[in-house]
């Protein structure tokens, strides 16, 4: 009996040591679970189009006529427990135009940077990466109108340099930049920097870029009007050079009409002073220093299906002196254009 009795002792003390043990290697399992592993990804889109005039408004990309070629974008990122990079490359015209400064094999590189992240609220970044002034963006993806503002066409692309994102709040973030002049992305060529800054206030900023005979002050912000009414707002002001200047106002109210199509207005007030926009117009101010006033409307259309976007559009500029290419001799005061774009976000 008493041999019975110690042999079930023994039983019960292993029994117990296993579940003890097994409980802990489900609560190391858990906390590896939650822990954020090292991720490698690879993103990108690529975009068409169709252009049916042959002279487009004189702003970045989509100018070509008749069926033609956006680009592939693929983004290959890297993202550690503290660090991470980014590489963000483009082939095409609409890349081109992208990294118009860059030479060689850097005429691909759209964005190339590293990061750390020292805590929680600040995060440090070294390389080339896309401007964080104005409301459009190069990524065809990100934007909704399919052809760009004045504004982004005239405003920087990339900058090269240092920055510092320090996040306040969940509301409230701000940063500081030091960077080579603006798109001297590959290297410092000019030997002038350039300063900027950014204040984010509940979705809403204020940029601010200065550098020499160079000064941007940007606003971007937008709000929720309702579930299905969403109205962006962009605002710059830039003064150059031998008093010249460009400065516009853009609205971007975009509305929900089901799950797979939206409907959005890009309304555009964008004026030049002695040339400050330089080759905005493509006809008879084109490289005066004549004073000029433009005005433009796109509407489009966004019908998304799993990873695909159709975007038809159609967009009427006018301006203030006959700046638009008619034909190969003649010039106009009004233009107005369709394009029909595809694109695929993967």
Do not use: C
């Not at 503290?82 to 590489?87: D, E, L, Q, T, Y």
């Not at 890349?95 to 060689?104: C, I, L, Q």
């Not at 964008?270 to 409307?297: I, Y």
């Amino acid at each position: 009996m008493k041999i019975f009795k110690t042999t079930l002792l023994t039983l019960a003390l292993l029994a117990g040591s296993l579940t003890y043990a097994q409980d802990e290697v489900a609560e190391e399992t858990a906390v590896e679970a939650t822990e954020e592993k090292p991720s490698f990804s690879v993103s990108g889109s690529i975009d068409t189009y169709y252009r049916s005039n042959e002279f487009a408004p004189n702003t970045s990309f989509s100018n070509l006529p008749g069926f033609a070629l956006g680009m592939a974008n693929i983004v290959l990122s890297y993202e550690g427990e503290k660090s991470g990079f980014v590489a963000d490359l483009v082939y095409g015209p609409r890349g081109a135009d992208a990294v118009f400064n860059s030479a060689g094999s850097s005429n691909i590189v759209n964005q190339l940077y590293a990061y750390y992240n020292v805590n929680d609220k600040l995060t440090l970044t070294l390389g080339n990466f896309n401007t964080f002034l104005g409301y459009e963006v190069i990524s065809p993806v990100a934007n909704f109108n399919y052809s760009t503002s004045y504004m982004f066409s005239w405003g920087p692309f990339s900058h090269t340099g240092f920055k510092a994102d320090y996040a306040v709040s969940d509301n409230v973030s701000i940063m500081v930049a030091v960077m080579n002049a603006t798109d001297e992305t590959e290297a410092d060529y000019s030997d002038a920097s350039t300063f900027g800054a950014q204040l984010g206030l509940y979705g809403q900023y204020i940029n601010f870029l200065s550098g020499d005979d160079y000064t941007q002050f940007d606003f971007t912000g937008g709000f929720n009007i309702s579930e299905k009414l969403f109205l962006g707002i962009n605002a710059t002001i830039t003064e150059l050079a031998a008093d010249a200047s460009f400065s516009g106002v853009a609205l971007y109210p975009q509305y929900t009409l089901s799950d797979s199509f939206s409907i959005g207005l890009r309304g555009e007030i964008f004026s030049e002073t002695n040339g400050g926009a330089g080759a905005l117009f493509t006809g008879a101010l084109s490289g005066t220093t004549e004073d000029a006033d433009n005005t433009s409307f796109t509407i489009t259309g966004s019908y998304t299906k799993g990873n695909f976007i159709l975007k038809p559009e159609f967009r009427i500029d006018s301006a203030s002196a006959n700046i638009y290419s008619k034909n190969a001799t003649d010039f106009t005061d009004s233009l107005a254009s369709f394009v029909v774009a595809a694109i695929y976000a993967f």
